[in-house]
């Protein structure tokens, strides 16, 4: 029987393994320990983060990807959106992403920024988010991370 991708919110008690998820899935964009330490504050998860959303890809209840969005205003953040190594390129990163954008589109956003990784460009710009600058890393300074911009159908 084929396994079925069930998205559901984050329980309070997988803030770890979350993170866990996070810091191995930035890891395949060949960085070092040290680097992924530096990270390890900004890839948290902190659940009860006001005006923050996010939602767990589960494959046979086994966590395989995260996305967390926030809003203000008229505009959503892409916080995260990690997928379990193994279980890339598999649609889960785009199930996360349509989540991310439907839930900032319906909670009023008329576009969603995102700060990529290097190495996480491609994905975006194939959902359809554009260039749109650069913005400090809030990891490791003089780090500079490509800004894109998704702009969200109101009327979807």
Not at 77 to 102: C, N, Q, T, Y
Request: with cysteine; net charge negative; aromatic share 6%.
């Amino acid at each position: 029987m084929a396994n079925v991708l069930q998205l559901r919110p984050p329980r309070a008690d997988e803030a770890e393994i979350l993170t866990a998820l996070c810091l191995r899935a930035k890891a395949v964009h060949g960085y070092d320990a040290a680097f992924l330490e530096a990270c390890r504050d900004e890839l948290s998860l902190r659940l009860a983060t006001p005006g923050h959303r996010a939602m767990v890809a589960e494959d046979a209840r086994v966590v395989v990807g995260l996305a967390e969005i926030s809003i203000a205003g008229p505009d959503a953040e892409l916080e995260k959106l990690f997928v379990e190594p193994a279980h890339m390129r598999s649609g889960i990163g785009r199930s996360l992403f349509d989540w991310a954008r439907r839930e900032a589109t319906n909670l009023g956003a008329a576009c969603m920024w995102i700060d990529s990784d290097p190495g996480a460009c491609e994905f975006y710009r194939t959902m359809g988010a554009v260039a749109a600058g650069r913005s400090p890393s809030g990891s490791i300074p003089g780090r500079w991370l490509p800004r894109l911009r998704l702009d969200l159908d109101r009327t979807a």
